[in-house]
């Protein structure tokens, strides 16, 4: 018999009801996210069935989605500043959360953000747990060593009443990186290669497991950045085992254990890992010293080059062509040095501390080319609060880029910050589908490296140009 | 939710593969709080331009639409958010099932969950499908096949719970509850607590 993979560990530790030929597994959840958008049709179906929420205090809550970025500071302004049927979706959640006793980070808490920004914040995501939410970036939290992954409203309503989901065992994916990233290559470009590797079909069906050397040099938020973008390779979650900087990273959190509790679960957490001789039912490899800065050209993330090089050639598929077309851009051309509109450095995907700081030390003593507008959304308030305490706010807003409050802002466009028709945007966000950002927007997604170069060059840029002078 | 035995439809087809859940429906349509009149937004930006006026040339906007129930799409259906709105403006609009070579995982589940048959066929249906749009086909989730106006007929996966419920128009959530005790057991009885 062979080992186990972490996935398998994680999977196994939850079972209520083993999984039969008829019916499929009952999985206990551990912690389950909610926001504004994805939630208000399950709280509606408790109403109408007159049902509670099971563990509110395994419930967390925030607004991000449809939450406007710039300041609310009483509730009073929300109409002022948010679309009337977004200002009312908020009130939603906060009628709702009320009602069926669910703390929420809200307006007025230093902890309110990006739900996959403040659960790794609050220490509340943690290895071997159960993670669910509404929205498809759940994978992100796989990065502590967590099984986490999307689900639908009506999945919500069954772990708000059951605090359980119904699920059938998927398959798993090994990924072993192999090789020492270059100077101007980040995290976001080995997930965008592996996307362009594996397509945006590659990982239906599958849990994909990140293995390799590289990973013990990337901090936690950067390995949130490649388990965030695992579910655009089509895969649910993406998981890597905890080390010596998960604990680092968790000790201390406010929700995460202290004491005697801490030292019981480093010991169940070291057991993670998976086993030497764990099976997997696919295995992927991807060589990350070969890598340059990568940039998206089409409309999925699959659709992915190197910066320096051209765009793919014309294969005739309808599919690519509707692609080129909407995205204005020619099979066989760079484009590099496109002129650009719009930068914007943010969202679930890039928008934490390393992101920021990165930013704001390439883009000091430079300014945002005139033809740009930067847009710059830290993650959550309390990376907005330590970014201003390093005075990283005046080195963008002097630079001539905007500085926000945290939320999902320009990467979904349904908040009011949007790119406008037939504009160009470098996104260190994650999905460059037609319209993401925005009706008529087209998105290019990139680093923060790439994201910065580019904004200040007013096009297309490489990174490791702007290092150079 | 309907129950759904059997669905005999033309097909409406889309050619496109990885058709992601922000065309199905764009992000701006989901500050609703009810499910009430999403299909009007169902593929928005692609069935309308700017000016609101329906594109001529788009599938949605055909001579044929009405009583059609089955969308035939590329490959990788669904892909991208797992906002349930996708399905839900769907269902809304008159499909009951969509067929494709592959449909995203997300995608899937909240299909399942909404009287909409994810219908996964091998290639060659898949083509044929693509080819001659607008043909009759019978999706039967008894038998989990689809059938052809030729008589050809492909097996489609759908586990039998799920196969079940839509059968049934049973939502999934009864089945969990009636678990209560063995969650409370769950609960009780593991040897850590998040």
């Known amino acids: 018999m062979s080992g186990k993979s972490l996935f398998e560990k994680v999977w196994d530790e939850h079972i209520v009801v083993p999984e039969t030929d008829d019916a499929p597994a009952v999985l206990y959840i551990d912690l389950h996210l909610i926001h504004e958008v994805t939630t208000p049709q399950a709280f509606a179906l408790l109403k109408d069935q007159q049902l509670s929420v099971r563990r509110p205090d395994l419930t967390l809550a925030t607004m991000d989605h449809s939450t406007p970025t710039v300041p609310v500071t009483t509730l009073k302004d929300l109409e002022v500043v948010a679309e009337a049927p977004a200002a009312a979706q908020i009130r939603a959640m906060i009628d709702n959360c009320e009602h069926f006793g669910i703390e929420l980070y809200g307006f007025g808490s230093e902890y309110r953000g990006i739900v996959h920004v403040i659960g790794p914040e609050l220490g509340a995501t943690q290895p071997g747990k159960t993670i669910v939410c509404g929205d498809s970036h759940t994978s992100t939290h796989g990065a502590f060593g967590a099984l986490a992954f999307g689900i639908g409203s009506t999945e919500a309503a069954h772990v708000l009443v059951t605090q359980c989901l119904l699920q059938r065992k998927p398959k798993i994916m090994a990924v072993t990186i192999d090789g020492a990233l270059q100077t101007g290559v980040s995290a976001k470009d080995v997930i965008l290669a592996l996307i ?274 | 939710m309907e129950k759904i035995i059997r669905i005999e439809s033309k097909t409406l087809v889309l050619p496109l593969d990885d058709v992601d859940t922000d065309q199905i429906i764009p992000a701006r349509f989901l500050t609703t709080t009810t499910r009430d009149g999403i299909g009007n937004a169902l593929f928005a930006d692609w069935r309308y331009d700017a000016n609101g006026e329906p594109n001529a040339d788009f599938v949605l906007n055909g001579p044929d639409v009405a009583g059609c129930e089955v969308l035939v799409a590329g490959r990788n259906f669904g892909c991208g958010s797992s906002r349930e709105h996708a399905p839900w403006a769907l269902v809304d609009f008159g499909i009951r099932a969509v067929v494709s070579t592959a449909i995203a995982d997300i995608f899937r589940n909240n299909s399942l969950k909404n009287g909409l048959v994810p219908v996964i066929v091998d290639a060659d249906t898949h083509q044929y499908l693509l080819d001659n749009p607008g043909i009759t086909v019978i999706v039967d989730v008894k038998q989990r096949t689809l059938s052809l106006p030729d008589g050809r007929t492909a097996t489609f996966p759908i586990d039998g719970f799920s196969r079940h419920c839509i059968m049934n128009g049973i939502d999934q959530l009864g089945f969990l509850r009636q678990q209560e005790a063995a969650i409370a057991d769950f609960e009780t009885n593991r040897p850590w607590t998040p």
């Open chain 1, 196 to 469: 362009g590797q594996i397509g945006v079909e590659g990982g239906v069906g599958h849990v994909i497991e990140y293995l390799g050397n590289p990973l013990a040099g990337l901090n936690m938020e950067q390995r949130m950045t490649i388990c965030n973008m695992t579910i655009e390779g089509g895969a649910r979650a993406g998981m890597m085992a905890p080390d010596a900087i998960t604990l680092e990273y968790l000790a201390g959190r406010p929700q995460a254990p202290a004491g005697a509790d801490w030292d019981a679960a480093v010991e169940r957490w070291r057991k993670l890992p998976s086993d030497p001789d764990a099976r997997f039912d696919r295995e992927v490899s991807l060589d990350a010293s070969r890598l340059e800065p990568m940039i998206t050209f089409g409309t999925n993330p699959g659709m992915v080059i190197p910066v320096t090089q051209p765009v793919p050639t014309d294969t005739g598929d309808p599919s690519f062509r509707k692609a080129l077309d909407y995205m204005q851009v020619e099979a066989g051309k760079p484009i590099l040095g496109k002129a650009i509109d719009i930068v914007f450095i943010g969202s679930c995907t890039n928008s934490r501390m390393t992101d920021l700081r990165q930013a704001a030390e390439m883009i000091k003593g430079h300014k945002v080319a005139d033809s740009v507008r930067m847009l710059v959304v830290p993650g959550s308030q309390s990376i907005k609060a330590e970014a201003e305490a390093e005075g990283l706010d005046e080195i963008f807003i002097s630079a001539g880029a905007e500085w926000r409050e945290s939320g999902c802002s320009m990467c979904l466009g349904m908040n009011g910050d949007v790119v406008g028709r037939g504009q160009l945007a470098v996104s260190t966000s994650n999905r460059n589908f037609e319209g993401r950002q925005g009706v008529g927007a087209r998105t290019v997604l990139a680093s923060p490296a790439t994201a910065v170069a580019s904004a200040i060059s007013g096009t297309i840029a490489d990174p490791r140009e702007l290092n150079r002078h």
